[in-house]
């Protein structure tokens, strides 16, 4: 028997345009992944700086493609009750999470972790598309005039 034999062939055809929805989720999905990674740096004493490609315009007048750090702000942080608080962005907008709460309060940085790795589930899953979409109107309203 040969090797394409064996295979399970399907007729198939490639979808070239993915769902505005689909879209925002992917983006948070990668956001949560990113906190999640300086989450854990943190938690280890390792700095994390993830790497991007930049192009630039040199001296001469070249376009020249340049590795710089991306930077990463922390969707968390300590208050005074020593609580740590997470909130959910999307662009620079603060996702409310339900009516009048923007913020998860945690009690450790081990309960940090997991909180971040079910947030990404649960956008994968599309329970927060209503509050992507609410963050993405309201960011889009604010380049019209």
Known sequence: MTFIAKLKLVASKRERNLSPILVRRNKLAAKIEEQLQLATAQKEGRFYAPKRIKNVTNAEG????????KRVKEWFWTTPANK???SVRYGSKTLELAKGKNAIELSSGDELLTTLSMLKEAVIAGELDDAITNASDNLRAGFSK
Request: no cysteine; charged share 25%; glycine share 0%.
């Open 84 to 86: 740590i608080n997470l």
């Open 62 to 69: 070249e376009r020249v493609a340049v590795e710089t750090t």
